[in-house]
């Protein structure tokens, strides 16, 4: 999984007309390691999308600018514009992320 440290390089990224998965994290944040733990094997599964990660707190505008509130996050993009969203409290297994992915690409 790449790493997006400026504003302009997610926007670029963004901007791609197939979906690309955003994993929003912090480095201090314990759920977002317990995703680590089992993120590998999804990334596997879905290996014909383009994955990035993005530091929370490297790069907050974005965050708020896509209202993610609470890490880990996973957003989906396409053609600039977010059309999918996995919000913290539902991001804990990996059979929650694999349900969100399922029903959203």
Same mark, same amino acid.
């Given at each position: ?6 504003v302009?390089v997610?926007d670029q990224?963004?901007? =791609? ?8 994290q912090?480095?201090? &944040?314990?759920? &977002? /390691? /317990? +995703?680590? +733990?089992f ?7 879905y =290996?014909?999308? =383009?994955w990035y990660? $993005?530091n /929370? ?12 509130m609470?890490?880990?996050?996973l957003?989906?993009?396409? =053609?600039g ?6 919000h ?6 990996p059979?929650? $992320?694999?349900e ?6």
């Open positions: 999984m790449e790493s997006i440290h400026t302009e997610f990224t963004i901007s =791609n007309d197939q979906p690309v998965i955003i994993k929003f912090a480095d201090w &944040c314990p759920d &977002c /390691r /317990r +995703m680590d +733990m993120i590998g094997d999804i990334l596997e599964e =290996n014909q999308y =383009n990660d $993005v /929370r707190d490297e790069l907050p505008e974005i965050a708020e600018k896509y209202e993610v609470g890490i880990p996050s957003l989906i993009f396409k =053609n514009k977010k059309i999918a969203h996995l913290s409290a539902n991001a804990k297994t059979e929650e $992320v694999q969100f992915l399922q029903a959203s690409l």
